[in-house]
């Protein structure tokens, strides 16, 4: 069963019995507190996000370059709810639901990065804050995955079903939506929103644990 988030007036994340540390971005075993209440991981995050910067946590949007107009509407509110929370997202940098999900983040006052399969970085999409050039073609697709601690997919595409299958060998969330690959290992959510708090409930619950002070 997953373990319930929950937040204490004074501003301390749990996780089941673990809290979040005051300097890391890990869990410390520490038994609760009896007067926390549940909140969603949206909620958790747009609370830390006033005490903390969200940079250090990246999550990666990834789909077609030929996305429908649905795919594009559902990559642009992810990539807003994301980026208003001060994420970083990290995507292929070039058109679709790339260039959707850059313009939400970017629009948010968020962080969109942009990892490019060539080496010109005139050729990202007008919304990438940051364009990283790697001459490695598709092959940029694993450094995407490697960089994510959270894979959200939008749609689907050959080369969106290579990035699922890396962040699913590698053990990274997958979330899917708007028609992702229905595979073994990938977390479909019905729509924006869900997705949403799908993948930032994984992203918490990926962090790592420490040892106790």
């Not at 007036?9 to 520490?30: K, P």
């Not at 549940?38 to 940079?55: D, I, K, W």
């Not at 649905?70 to 970083?88: K, N, S």
């Not at 968020?110 to 399969?117: A, D, Q, V, Y």
């Amino acid at each position: 069963m997953q373990e319930v988030l929950s937040r204490t007036e004074d501003g301390r994340l749990f996780l089941g019995a673990n809290m979040l540390c005051g300097t890391a971005w890990a869990w410390r075993a520490d038994g609760g507190a009896p007067d926390s209440v549940p909140v969603t991981a949206l909620e958790a995050l747009r609370a830390l996000s006033r005490t903390r910067p969200l940079q250090q946590l990246v999550i990666g949007i990834i789909g077609p370059r030929d996305a429908t107009p649905a795919q594009r509407a559902a990559a642009e509110a992810v990539g807003h709810a994301l980026g208003g929370l001060g994420l970083t997202v990290i995507c292929g940098g070039r058109s679709g639901v790339m260039e959707a999900a850059c313009k939400g983040c970017s629009d948010a006052g968020g962080l969109p990065i942009g990892i490019l399969p060539g080496t010109d970085p005139m050729e990202a999409n007008p919304y990438v804050a940051v364009p990283l050039t790697t001459g490695l073609n598709e092959a940029r697709n694993i450094i995407i995955v490697r960089a994510a601690r959270v894979l959200l997919a939008v749609g689907n595409s050959p080369g969106t079903l290579t990035e699922v299958a890396y962040g699913l060998h590698f053990g990274k969330p997958v979330i899917g939506v708007a028609g992702a690959a229905e595979l073994d290992g990938v977390h479909h959510a019905e729509g924006a929103a869900s997705a949403v708090e799908t993948a930032l409930t994984h992203l918490l619950a990926s962090l790592p644990m420490v040892e106790a002070d």
